[in-house]
């Protein structure tokens, strides 16, 4: 019975709006006093009853919730024979709930439209060789699986046999098709587009990234900062007050009418669900658009970020250096680059496959005597020749004479930021080539953004030289850059900002840089779903996109906005609500009621603006 | 000690939260720290004791509050 009550409450909603009609129409139009008093009883006494028994639910558990407070006062007011509150109080409870679930619905749609995306079914391949669908719970690791096409991925695991291409949009925010074959890694959650694979099960369920990247947004929806728990605990001592406030007016003054008045306003509405409605819209607009904000301190410190610290290389720069100038001298030039790209063909320095990339298809040598001179570079000798590759201090060594043109050159490309590989033979400068990581496209336009909404300091740190930092720095614009930092040095300096009371954001790749991202009030990593990006960082941008940095900040900031007007307008209400039953004549049941459930509609609407924004570009590039 | 999640039907009220918190936490062999109960995405997530009780007894005092509960899980 008591739950048949609770489930028709849209219905007992309804009809108590067509007495209530009913008894006004009869009261005003007909003058038909009975009639009206018996349609606003049944009103009243229809809508108290779902109310009652969530408050007698309520008091099971000791806990004093509103429909305690409301139930309360709806019996006064029947006791004061004042029918036309008692039903009118009802129904507006009623409605103002029922509009509060839907609307409620509408700020969760974002994450709920997330949480979709989880596969349900397998195709698994059954002990007699058959494929058979079952539930994605009963798929452990090592099992075989079949993927049609259209068919979402189930699990994370690893291509046996088939090719396809897969929209990996749910994990990496990129909905690029990907192609995929023997040996290749599949994600849960993403869907195969055309092809038909089989698979092995290498993680099932919440182990999977996309299982991770649910959980996660699960539990920053409803992660609570400093404030909120603090709401919370008011709330929870709130209620019992207005009670208790309640019982002692009506003691003091003799008065119900004024004491069950009192009960209705108390009511804490908007005050509770304020925050939580910014804080769910806000973290479901970020998963839509790549970023991961984890949960309403994050979004809290993050809008007030003073300091946002970047890794260099991978972040603000590709993290593939390439030859970006060259220069030749003297002649035989072809034999030259061969002898070089044998050399660096045995090394696995990092500008190597630069250069190698850069010579592309030559004829190889046989290389003899390689010496690796710690500093400098390499010395071989190559079809009798011999040959050195590496920096200027390596030249002098090999007492090969620089002429004026070398000399310009290599001051010339220092200045812009390379770094240098010269090669000789037989003691000539044969080759000069500029090495350099390229920035990111669309790096400079964002850290412009992220200025304009109030970055104080960008600062940029990395483990190379000072000369190439700076080259990057000035690029870029950055207020500061500092060159020949270890990841320890990083987080130094992370903490040195922190001491001096500043907001610090540490931007990073996530793997090498996890004690900065830790240390950092916000650890934004750019992981391409990576764990170890998921797990150390705040922020997490998808698919490492370094364009989404500023959405998330603009995000940040809105929503952090967003809640302190939800608390504002809970806050204002109950503070006028209660200066009308002291200071005015007007004010009673009906209304109170009225203003605390348009006011707790409000901030649900405040909340479902977080769902649409989008950082306005137009105005920032046109600043710039 | 085993895992429970338990999915209810939309939570619209956070005094929803507080008395399924209170409902849960009174059951002997619930560990009260671990009780977490989810306002946005309608989820209960807590440690119980198997011993004591299962799973089913904790949807029942979930729903003996008026909640429906839909799934639940344990691990």
């Not at chain 1, 974002?110 to 949480?115: G, S």
């Not at chain 1, 207005?242 to 209705?264: D, H, K, P, Q, Y």
């Not at chain 1, 306003?265 to 479901?284: D, K, M």
Request: hydrophobic share 45%; with cysteine; charged share 25%.
């Amino acid at each position: 019975m008591q739950r048949w009550i609770l489930r028709k409450k849209n219905h007992i909603t309804l009809i108590s709006a067509i007495l209530i009609a009913i008894g006004f129409t009869s009261a005003l139009a007909f003058k038909n006093e009975a009639v009206a008093v018996l349609a606003l009883v049944s009103a009243s006494i229809l809508g108290i009853a779902p109310i009652a028994i969530q408050a007698y639910q309520a008091l099971r558990v000791k806990v004093v919730s509103i429909d305690v407070l409301v139930t309360i006062a709806v019996i006064g007011a029947f006791f004061i024979k004042n029918f036309e509150e008692s039903a009118i109080v009802t129904f507006l409870f009623l409605f103002g709930a029922y509009l509060e679930r839907r609307t409620l619905n509408k700020t969760r749609s974002a994450i709920k439209e997330l949480t979709e995306m989880t596969p349900e079914s397998a195709l698994k391949q059954m002990e007699n060789g058959e494929f058979e669908e079952v539930d994605v719970d009963e798929v452990d690791v090592g099992d075989i699986l079949l993927v049609k096409t259209g068919a979402k991925i189930p699990v994370d695991g690893t291509v046996l046999s088939g090719e396809g291409s897969i929209n990996e949009a749910s994990i990496t925010g990129e909905s690029f098709p990907v192609s995929k074959e023997k040996g290749s890694t599949v994600f849960a959650g993403t869907i195969l587009d055309n092809g038909t694979i089989q698979i092995s099960a290498d993680r099932v369920g919440e182990d999977t990234t996309f299982g991770k990247i649910i959980e996660l947004v699960e539990e920053a929806q409803d992660s609570k900062s400093e404030a909120e728990r603090f709401i919370d605990r008011f709330a929870k001592y709130y209620t019992p007050a207005v009670l208790l406030l309640g019982i002692v007016v009506w003691l003091f003054s003799r008065n119900l009418e004024l004491a069950i008045t009192i009960l209705v306003l108390g009511c804490p509405g908007a005050l509770v669900i304020g925050v939580p409605v910014s804080n769910v819209a806000g973290i479901g607009n970020g998963a839509r658009n790549g970023v991961l904000l984890k949960g309403s301190e994050v979004i809290g410190d993050f809008s007030r970020l003073d300091t946002m610290v970047f890794d260099k290389t991978g972040t603000l720069t590709v993290g593939n250096p390439a030859v970006s100038e060259r220069v030749y001298y003297g002649e035989h030039i072809d034999e030259a680059l061969g002898y070089l790209a044998s050399v660096e063909r045995e090394s696995d320095h990092p500008l190597a496959k630069a250069v190698l990339e850069e010579i592309g298809g030559t004829t190889f040598s046989p290389v003899e005597n390689t010496e690796v001179v710690k500093g400098g570079g390499i010395t071989a000798t190559v079809s009798e020749h011999r040959v050195a590759v590496g920096n200027v201090a390596l030249m002098e060594q090999e007492n090969v004479v620089l002429n004026e043109q070398a000399k310009a050159d290599i001051i010339r490309f220092e200045k812009s930021g390379n770094s240098l590989v010269l090669t000789s033979v037989d003691g000539e400068l044969k080759i000069l080539m500029g090495i350099r990581d390229q920035i990111r496209p669309g790096v400079k336009e964002d850290l412009i953004k992220l200025k304009k909404l109030g970055v104080k300091n960008l600062v940029m740190l990395s483990g190379d030289n000072q000369g190439t930092v700076d080259v990057v720095s000035r690029e870029l614009g950055l207020t500061q850059a500092h060159g020949n930092m270890l990841p320890e040095d990083k987080s130094a300096y992370i903490k040195k900002l922190i001491e001096e009371d500043q907001i610090v954001a540490f931007v990073g790749d996530g793997v090498n840089d996890s004690p900065s991202l830790a240390l950092a009030h916000i650890g934004i990593a750019m992981g391409s779903g990576s764990d170890v990006a998921i797990e150390t960082s705040d922020v997490v941008l998808m698919n490492s996109d370094f364009g989404r940095l500023p959405h998330a900040l603009g995000l940040a900031k809105a929503t952090a906005r967003n809640m302190k007007q939800n608390i504002f307008i809970a806050v204002g209400v109950v503070l006028f609500l209660l200066a009308g039953v002291f200071f005015s004549e007007w004010m009673n049941m009906s209304i109170g009621m009225l203003v605390h459930e348009a006011s707790i509609l409000v901030v649900i609407l405040n909340g479902m603006r977080l769902l649409r924004y989008q950082l306005r570009k137009n105005k920032a590039m046109k600043q710039s | 000690m085993k895992k429970a999640t338990i999915q209810l039907e939309t939570l619209t009220c956070p005094s929803c939260v507080l008395k399924i918190e209170n409902a849960t936490k009174s059951l002997d062999g619930v560990d009260k720290e671990s009780v977490k109960v989810l306002f946005n995405s309608s989820k209960v997530k807590l440690d119980f004791d198997e011993e004591k009780l299962s799973v089913e007894d904790i949807s029942k005092a979930v729903t003996a509050l008026g909640y429906e509960v839909k799934k639940s899980q344990v691990k």
